[in-house]
């Protein structure tokens, strides 16, 4: 079994970000009372507050399939922005970083919608494929049906973690064309790398990350193993330990990859990250523990559009800030900024 490489020095995370970071009053400070990179990535989870109202809508996708967004229902300016957001592996629009964005984008008056990824939205997909971190031809029609949606008003696009990693991809893929899409996009702790966070996430302290994934992952393989019958191994998905066991067992044969390092390979952001001419702020703490720093870009991977910003704490999507108990606001002001400065 391979094994995830040594982490090096947080300054070289600084070093990459300097000639690319966005300029920005706001920079990034994790409170002093919630040290180190698993608290700051478990205990926002305890901050979620509450759910904005929000209004579905299913829609069906070109290969025959469904999925849900969730729009913000709260009141709206006419000719408000749009901001769409990607979520993680098995979020939703009741994430905690879906919950605390919305309630901003509402409290603007802008509008808002959650992508929901196939079966992830409360009720399994129709086909035996599910999702995947590197999906960007799913990016792209739904990108393509928002700005449809979205009429003349500015599109922005925020990918979160593995949605973060699917929009970068597109984002990269498309060069100039992407403008004809959106006006801006975001991605907050994407894995880029997609071999180092998975072997990374089979490690250590990091399994506890793992474990939780597992359990919604493999009962949902399951029933697709069980729906399909031949298509997938349902004993290897049963004994899948890692998430390593997983995409091999389900998430590359699901979606036309060799094997588990195909996918990883073929999947992963970071090759692309230097076609992006769409302004895109690429956000990633430096002790994420899902997201090695040798995964992090250097200065010549990014491209033109990129603005990279790398604080040394915020753990994975936390970046708490402010006195006990702690707010999560930072972050969807620190996206907002972003757009606002493309409008």
């Known amino acids: ?48 507050g509450v759910t904005p109202p929000y209004r579905r809508q299913r829609i069906d996708t070109p290969d025959g399939d469904f999925v849900d967004i969730d729009w913000l229902d709260t009141p709206s300016d006419d000719d408000a922005p749009l901001v769409l957001l990607f979520h993680g592996l098995e979020g939703s629009s009741r994430s905690h970083y879906a919950r605390s964005l919305m309630r901003a984008v509402a409290a603007r ?42 009429c003349d008003a500015p599109l922005f696009a925020v990918g979160v973690s ?28 994407p894995p880029l ?15 506890i990350y793992t474990r939780h994934f597992l359990q919604t992952l493999i009962p949902k393989a399951l029933e697709k193993a069980e729906r399909f019958p031949g298509h997938f191994d349902r004993d290897r998905i049963r004994r899948a330990a890692s998430l390593q066991d997983f995409d091999d067992a389900y998430t590359a044969p699901a979606h036309g990859f060799a094997d588990v390092f195909d996918y990883w390979r073929r999947a992963s952001a970071k090759p692309a990250l230097g076609g992006i001419r769409l302004p895109t702020l690429l956000l990633n703490a430096a002790n994420d523990p899902f997201v090695p720093l040798d995964a992090l870009p250097t200065a010549r991977d990014l491209g033109p559009g990129v603005g990279f910003e790398c604080p040394p704490r915020g753990g994975h999507v936390g970046f708490l800030h402010g006195n006990w108990p702690g707010s999560l606001e930072w972050l969807p002001q620190r996206l907002l900024a972003h757009f606002d400065r493309q409008r």
């Open 1 to 48: 079994m391979q094994k995830a490489p040594r982490r090096v020095p947080s300054v070289l995370c600084a070093l990459a970000s300097t000639n690319h970071a966005s300029n920005t009053v706001n920079a990034y400070r994790a409170p002093w009372w919630l040290p180190g990179g698993h608290a700051e990535t478990l205990y926002p989870l305890t901050r979620k």
């Open 109 to 150: 008056r802008w509008k808002g919608a959650v992508f929901h990824f196939r079966g992830c939205s409360g009720s399994p997909n129709r086909l035996s494929r599910a999702y995947h971190s590197g999906d960007s031809h799913e990016i792209d029609w739904a990108l393509a049906w928002m700005r449809l949606n979205a």
């Open 162 to 189: 593995l949605g973060g990693n699917a929009l970068l991809k597109w984002l990269g893929e498309q060069e100039t064309a992407a403008q004809q899409h959106l006006d801006a996009a975001a991605a907050v702790c």
């Open 193 to 207: 790398d997609l071999t180092l966070s998975g072997l990374n996430l089979g490690q250590g302290l990091n399994r």
